[in-house]
Nanobody
Framework: QVQLVESGGGLVQAGRSLRLTCVAS????????MGWYRQAPGKQRGLIAA???????HYVDYMKGRFNISRDNTENTVYLQMSSLTPEDTAHYYC????????WGQGTQVTVSS
């Protein structure tokens, strides 16, 4: 059974940092590239960062330098360290494999105030 549990979101001021955590079931975590996605109000959900099982990372251009994705293969966990947050980062954040599987977790809300 695919399970994805995201946590770590919250309300923060612009310029601050947050670390998101995703615990995934083995069926989706093992042998798969994992990604963080986000969906802002009125926009489609899209990939923002991904990491292979070997630790190779990929970021969408506007995330480079501010966000860092990592994973702990012993704990089936993937992290997203976000820094220098801006109000434009306000969104619901999700993790999933990349390419994504059909099942999604509930995600975690990040709200950045100016």
């Amino acid at each position: 059974q695919v399970q994805l549990v995201e946590s770590g979101g919250g309300l923060v001021q612009a310029g601050r940092s947050l670390r998101l955590t995703c615990v995934a079931s083995e069926i989706i975590f093992n042998f798969n590239t994992m990604g963080w996605y986000r969906q802002a109000p009125g926009k489609q959900r899209g990939l923002i960062a991904a990491i292979t099982t070997a630790g190779r990372t990929h970021y969408v251009d506007y995330m480079k330098g501010r966000f860092n994705i990592s994973r702990d293969n012993t704990e089936n966990t993937v992290y997203l360290q976000m820094s220098s947050l801006t109000p434009e980062d306000t969104a619901h954040y999700y993790c999933n494999a990349w390419p994504e599987r059909q099942s999604w977790g509930q995600g975690t809300q990040v709200t950045v105030s100016s």
